[in-house]
Protein backbone atom coordinates (compact mmCIF):
# COMPACT_ATOMS: atom_id res chain seq x y z
CA UNK A 1 0.00 0.00 0.00
CA UNK A 2 2.96 2.39 1.12
CA UNK A 3 4.59 1.51 -2.13
CA UNK A 4 1.30 2.47 -4.17
CA UNK A 5 1.12 5.93 -2.57
CA UNK A 6 4.55 6.59 -2.68
CA UNK A 7 4.70 5.74 -6.97
CA UNK A 8 1.80 7.82 -6.92
CA UNK A 9 3.20 10.89 -5.55
CA UNK A 10 4.22 13.94 -7.61
CA UNK A 11 7.93 13.67 -8.45
CA UNK A 12 10.06 16.87 -6.46
CA UNK A 13 13.29 17.41 -6.72
CA UNK A 14 14.67 18.61 -3.44
CA UNK A 15 16.39 22.14 -3.60
CA UNK A 16 18.71 23.40 -0.91
CA UNK A 17 17.02 24.90 1.92
CA UNK A 18 18.11 27.80 3.66
CA UNK A 19 19.79 26.20 6.72
CA UNK A 20 21.87 24.26 4.00
CA UNK A 21 22.79 27.41 2.33
CA UNK A 22 23.62 29.25 5.56
CA UNK A 23 25.98 26.22 5.79
CA UNK A 24 27.06 25.98 2.48
CA UNK A 25 28.39 30.20 2.61
CA UNK A 26 29.09 30.52 6.15
CA UNK A 27 31.11 33.73 5.29
CA UNK A 28 33.13 35.45 2.12
CA UNK A 29 35.37 33.25 1.76
CA UNK A 30 33.77 30.14 1.16
CA UNK A 31 31.29 32.05 -1.51
CA UNK A 32 34.53 32.57 -3.47
CA UNK A 33 35.56 29.46 -3.18
CA UNK A 34 32.45 27.58 -4.54
CA UNK A 35 32.22 30.47 -7.66
CA UNK A 36 36.00 29.41 -8.41
CA UNK A 37 34.70 25.49 -8.79
CA UNK A 38 31.57 26.33 -10.32
CA UNK A 39 33.02 28.73 -13.00
CA UNK A 40 36.32 26.40 -13.84
CA UNK A 41 36.07 22.93 -12.51
CA UNK A 42 38.79 21.64 -14.15
CA UNK A 43 41.29 24.25 -12.81
CA UNK A 44 41.89 28.52 -13.14
CA UNK A 45 42.57 29.49 -17.00
CA UNK A 46 42.60 33.21 -18.58
CA UNK A 47 38.75 34.87 -19.17
CA UNK A 48 40.53 36.16 -21.75
CA UNK A 49 42.76 34.02 -23.61
CA UNK A 50 41.78 30.22 -22.06
CA UNK A 51 44.97 30.36 -20.89
CA UNK A 52 45.49 26.88 -18.32
CA UNK A 53 48.93 28.24 -17.11
CA UNK A 54 48.06 30.91 -14.63
CA UNK A 55 49.63 31.94 -11.45
CA UNK A 56 48.12 32.74 -7.91
CA UNK A 57 48.65 36.22 -7.15
CA UNK A 58 50.78 36.06 -3.75
CA UNK A 59 49.45 39.92 -2.48
CA UNK A 60 46.30 39.32 -3.35
CA UNK A 61 43.64 36.20 -2.52
CA UNK A 62 41.61 34.86 -4.96
CA UNK A 63 43.70 36.52 -7.92
CA UNK A 64 45.72 34.88 -10.81
CA UNK A 65 48.12 35.96 -13.01
CA UNK A 66 48.79 35.67 -17.06
CA UNK A 67 51.86 36.34 -18.80
CA UNK A 68 50.29 35.06 -21.80
CA UNK A 69 47.84 38.24 -22.48
CA UNK A 70 49.76 40.71 -20.31
CA UNK A 71 50.98 44.15 -21.81
CA UNK A 72 54.75 43.95 -22.51
CA UNK A 73 56.29 42.55 -19.71
CA UNK A 74 53.14 43.22 -16.94
CA UNK A 75 50.91 39.97 -16.84
CA UNK A 76 46.97 40.51 -17.15
CA UNK A 77 45.95 40.22 -13.43
CA UNK A 78 42.32 38.95 -13.06
CA UNK A 79 39.96 37.54 -10.03
CA UNK A 80 37.47 35.33 -9.51
CA UNK A 81 34.85 37.33 -10.28
CA UNK A 82 36.27 39.06 -13.98
CA UNK A 83 34.13 38.59 -16.20
CA UNK A 84 31.22 37.97 -14.58
CA UNK A 85 27.92 40.02 -13.61
CA UNK A 86 29.34 40.33 -10.18
CA UNK A 87 32.09 42.79 -11.48
CA UNK A 88 32.43 46.23 -11.00
CA UNK A 89 29.98 45.50 -7.76
CA UNK A 90 30.41 47.09 -4.13
CA UNK A 91 27.78 44.55 -2.79
CA UNK A 92 29.82 41.28 -1.49
CA UNK A 93 28.93 37.78 -3.04
CA UNK A 94 27.40 36.22 -0.05
CA UNK A 95 24.47 38.96 -0.52
CA UNK A 96 24.88 38.23 -4.46
CA UNK A 97 24.31 34.43 -3.57
CA UNK A 98 21.56 35.35 -1.07
CA UNK A 99 19.30 37.22 -3.72
CA UNK A 100 20.51 34.38 -6.55
CA UNK A 101 19.12 31.87 -4.22
CA UNK A 102 15.87 33.40 -3.36
CA UNK A 103 14.80 34.18 -6.90
CA UNK A 104 15.38 30.47 -7.93
CA UNK A 105 13.32 29.23 -4.91
CA UNK A 106 10.36 31.57 -5.81
CA UNK A 107 8.36 29.72 -8.26
CA UNK A 108 6.86 32.92 -9.36
CA UNK A 109 9.52 35.30 -9.01
CA UNK A 110 10.09 37.77 -6.12
CA UNK A 111 10.05 41.30 -6.83
CA UNK A 112 12.89 44.06 -6.35
CA UNK A 113 11.14 45.95 -3.60
CA UNK A 114 10.79 42.39 -1.26
CA UNK A 115 14.83 41.73 -2.45
CA UNK A 116 15.33 45.62 -0.88
CA UNK A 117 13.11 44.55 2.16
CA UNK A 118 15.21 41.42 2.80
CA UNK A 119 19.16 42.46 2.61
CA UNK A 120 18.77 45.60 3.62
CA UNK A 121 19.98 47.51 0.53
CA UNK A 122 20.64 51.01 0.22
CA UNK A 123 17.83 51.80 -2.28
CA UNK A 124 15.35 49.61 -4.53
CA UNK A 125 17.54 51.05 -7.27
CA UNK A 126 20.05 48.50 -5.91
CA UNK A 127 18.05 45.88 -5.61
CA UNK A 128 16.22 46.18 -9.05
CA UNK A 129 19.84 46.50 -10.64
CA UNK A 130 21.08 43.41 -9.10
CA UNK A 131 17.88 41.06 -9.58
CA UNK A 132 18.42 42.25 -13.44
CA UNK A 133 21.97 40.97 -14.03
CA UNK A 134 20.93 37.50 -12.00
CA UNK A 135 18.24 37.03 -14.70
CA UNK A 136 20.62 38.53 -17.65
CA UNK A 137 23.02 35.19 -16.41
CA UNK A 138 20.20 33.25 -16.74
CA UNK A 139 20.15 33.33 -20.53
CA UNK A 140 21.14 29.39 -22.13
CA UNK A 141 24.10 29.84 -24.12
CA UNK A 142 23.69 26.27 -25.11
CA UNK A 143 20.70 25.86 -26.53
CA UNK A 144 19.55 22.94 -28.58
CA UNK A 145 16.58 22.46 -30.96
CA UNK A 146 13.25 21.46 -29.54
CA UNK A 147 12.63 17.79 -30.86
CA UNK A 148 9.88 15.03 -29.92
CA UNK A 149 5.84 16.93 -29.43
CA UNK A 150 6.47 20.64 -29.92
CA UNK A 151 4.05 23.01 -28.82
CA UNK A 152 4.07 26.96 -29.89
CA UNK A 153 1.79 29.31 -28.81
CA UNK A 154 2.04 33.46 -28.65
CA UNK A 155 0.60 35.45 -26.06
CA UNK A 156 0.66 38.99 -24.77
CA UNK A 157 1.96 41.34 -22.32
CA UNK A 158 0.15 44.68 -21.38
CA UNK A 159 -2.36 46.05 -19.29
CA UNK A 160 -5.74 46.27 -20.33
CA UNK A 161 -6.89 49.77 -21.89
CA UNK A 162 -10.07 50.33 -19.79
CA UNK A 163 -7.79 49.90 -16.11
CA UNK A 164 -5.64 52.85 -17.84
CA UNK A 165 -6.11 56.74 -16.44
CA UNK A 166 -8.32 58.88 -18.40
CA UNK A 167 -5.25 60.58 -19.60
CA UNK A 168 -3.66 57.74 -20.62
CA UNK A 169 -5.73 55.39 -22.42
CA UNK A 170 -4.86 54.69 -25.84
CA UNK A 171 -8.57 53.65 -27.28
CA UNK A 172 -6.85 50.67 -29.07
CA UNK A 173 -8.89 47.20 -29.22
CA UNK A 174 -7.56 44.12 -29.20
CA UNK A 175 -4.00 43.16 -28.23
CA UNK A 176 -2.62 46.55 -31.27
CA UNK A 177 -0.92 48.11 -27.63
CA UNK A 178 0.23 44.90 -26.19
CA UNK A 179 4.03 43.31 -26.73
CA UNK A 180 3.60 39.76 -28.10
CA UNK A 181 5.59 36.83 -26.86
CA UNK A 182 5.90 33.65 -28.56
CA UNK A 183 7.08 30.68 -27.11
CA UNK A 184 7.97 26.47 -27.86
CA UNK A 185 8.02 23.65 -25.78
CA UNK A 186 9.08 20.00 -26.12
CA UNK A 187 6.44 18.00 -23.90
CA UNK A 188 8.15 16.75 -21.33
CA UNK A 189 11.49 18.76 -22.17
CA UNK A 190 12.56 22.29 -22.69
CA UNK A 191 10.89 25.94 -23.23
CA UNK A 192 12.18 28.48 -25.18
CA UNK A 193 10.35 32.20 -25.30
CA UNK A 194 10.89 35.92 -27.09
CA UNK A 195 9.26 38.67 -27.47
CA UNK A 196 8.69 39.74 -30.97
CA UNK A 197 7.41 42.57 -32.42
CA UNK A 198 4.70 41.19 -34.77
CA UNK A 199 2.86 38.80 -34.37
CA UNK A 200 2.93 37.91 -38.33
CA UNK A 201 3.75 34.84 -40.42
CA UNK A 202 7.09 35.79 -41.07
CA UNK A 203 7.94 36.26 -38.00
CA UNK A 204 6.41 33.63 -36.53
CA UNK A 205 8.08 30.94 -39.13
CA UNK A 206 11.71 32.51 -38.37
CA UNK A 207 10.94 31.42 -34.72
CA UNK A 208 10.35 27.95 -35.82
CA UNK A 209 12.72 27.40 -38.33
CA UNK A 210 15.30 28.57 -35.23
CA UNK A 211 14.06 26.91 -32.48
CA UNK A 212 12.23 23.26 -33.57
CA UNK A 213 14.10 20.32 -35.54
CA UNK A 214 13.46 19.13 -38.64
CA UNK A 215 13.55 16.12 -37.08
CA UNK A 216 10.44 16.92 -35.11
CA UNK A 217 7.83 14.23 -34.23
CA UNK A 218 5.02 17.30 -33.96
CA UNK A 219 4.68 20.83 -33.80
CA UNK A 220 1.13 21.36 -32.36
CA UNK A 221 -0.67 25.16 -32.76
CA UNK A 222 -3.89 26.97 -32.51
CA UNK A 223 -5.19 28.29 -35.38
CA UNK A 224 -3.59 31.52 -35.31
CA UNK A 225 -3.15 32.38 -39.20
CA UNK A 226 0.40 32.97 -38.66
CA UNK A 227 1.33 29.10 -38.65
CA UNK A 228 -0.39 28.17 -41.69
CA UNK A 229 1.69 26.58 -44.03
CA UNK A 230 4.48 25.60 -41.37
CA UNK A 231 3.94 22.18 -43.39
CA UNK A 232 4.80 23.30 -46.67
CA UNK A 233 7.26 26.54 -45.88
CA UNK A 234 9.35 24.58 -43.17
CA UNK A 235 8.17 20.92 -44.12
CA UNK A 236 7.29 20.10 -40.80
CA UNK A 237 4.56 17.88 -39.45
CA UNK A 238 1.89 20.40 -38.83
CA UNK A 239 -1.30 20.29 -36.61
CA UNK A 240 -3.73 22.54 -35.02
CA UNK A 241 -6.67 23.21 -32.87
CA UNK A 242 -8.94 25.38 -33.07
CA UNK A 243 -10.13 27.78 -29.69
CA UNK A 244 -12.64 29.44 -31.50
CA UNK A 245 -14.65 26.59 -32.00
CA UNK A 246 -14.67 24.93 -28.56
CA UNK A 247 -11.50 22.83 -29.45
CA UNK A 248 -8.60 22.69 -26.78
CA UNK A 249 -7.27 19.12 -27.36
CA UNK A 250 -7.37 16.23 -30.01
CA UNK A 251 -5.46 13.85 -28.79
CA UNK A 252 -1.87 14.57 -28.82
CA UNK A 253 -2.90 17.95 -30.78
CA UNK A 254 -2.98 20.76 -27.97
CA UNK A 255 -1.15 23.53 -26.85
CA UNK A 256 -1.85 23.12 -23.03
CA UNK A 257 1.30 22.75 -21.70
CA UNK A 258 2.46 26.02 -23.11
CA UNK A 259 -0.56 27.18 -22.19
CA UNK A 260 0.21 26.21 -18.92
CA UNK A 261 3.62 27.90 -18.75
CA UNK A 262 1.73 31.38 -19.83
CA UNK A 263 -0.38 31.02 -17.11
CA UNK A 264 2.72 30.93 -14.20
CA UNK A 265 4.45 34.02 -16.17
CA UNK A 266 1.07 35.74 -15.81
CA UNK A 267 0.75 35.04 -11.98
CA UNK A 268 3.83 36.07 -11.66
CA UNK A 269 3.74 39.40 -13.51
CA UNK A 270 0.56 40.20 -11.64
CA UNK A 271 1.12 38.82 -8.41
CA UNK A 272 4.62 39.40 -7.61
CA UNK A 273 6.18 42.51 -9.99
CA UNK A 274 2.66 44.17 -11.01
CA UNK A 275 4.36 45.48 -13.81
CA UNK A 276 6.98 44.65 -16.49
CA UNK A 277 8.27 47.18 -18.86
CA UNK A 278 8.69 46.29 -22.71
CA UNK A 279 12.17 47.06 -22.45
CA UNK A 280 13.22 44.14 -19.60
CA UNK A 281 10.94 42.07 -20.40
CA UNK A 282 13.28 39.50 -21.82
CA UNK A 283 14.95 39.66 -18.99
CA UNK A 284 11.79 37.93 -16.93
CA UNK A 285 11.22 35.61 -19.62
CA UNK A 286 15.41 34.27 -19.10
CA UNK A 287 14.05 33.97 -15.24
CA UNK A 288 10.97 31.39 -15.56
CA UNK A 289 12.91 29.97 -18.68
CA UNK A 290 15.54 29.21 -16.29
CA UNK A 291 13.57 28.11 -13.33
CA UNK A 292 11.69 25.67 -16.00
CA UNK A 293 14.11 23.98 -18.03
CA UNK A 294 15.91 23.39 -14.50
CA UNK A 295 13.28 21.96 -12.81
CA UNK A 296 14.30 18.71 -12.05
CA UNK A 297 18.22 19.93 -11.65
CA UNK A 298 19.22 19.01 -8.32
CA UNK A 299 21.80 21.48 -7.96
CA UNK A 300 19.94 25.03 -9.56
CA UNK A 301 21.87 27.06 -7.94
CA UNK A 302 25.38 25.70 -9.09
CA UNK A 303 24.18 25.86 -12.18
CA UNK A 304 23.25 29.40 -12.46
CA UNK A 305 26.27 30.28 -10.79
CA UNK A 306 27.85 28.53 -13.45
CA UNK A 307 26.65 30.52 -15.99
CA UNK A 308 27.25 34.23 -14.10
Same mark, same amino acid.
Given at each position: ? +????????????????????????????????????????????????????????????????????????????????????????????????? &?????????????????????? *?? *??????????????????????????????????????? *???????????????????????????????????????????? *?? &???????????????????????????????????????????????????????????????????????????????? /?? /??? +???????? /????????
Amino acid at each position: M +NAKVEAGEPKITRQMTMPQFDRLFPNEEACRAYLRDRRWPNGVHCPRCGNEKVYAGKARPWTWECKKCGAGKSAYRFSVIAGTIFENTNYPLLVWFK &VLYLMLTSKKGISALQIHRMIG *SG *SYRTAWFMCHRLRAGMADPDFRQLMGIVEIDETYFGGKD *SNRHWDKKRHIRGTGDKTPVIGAISRKGNVVCQMIEHADMPTMH *SF &VAKMVSPKVELVATDEHSGYQYLDRWAKLPHQTVNHRQGEYARGVIHTNSMESLWSLLKRGVAGTYHNVSKKYLPLYLNE /FQ /FRF +NNRNERDI /FGKAVAGC
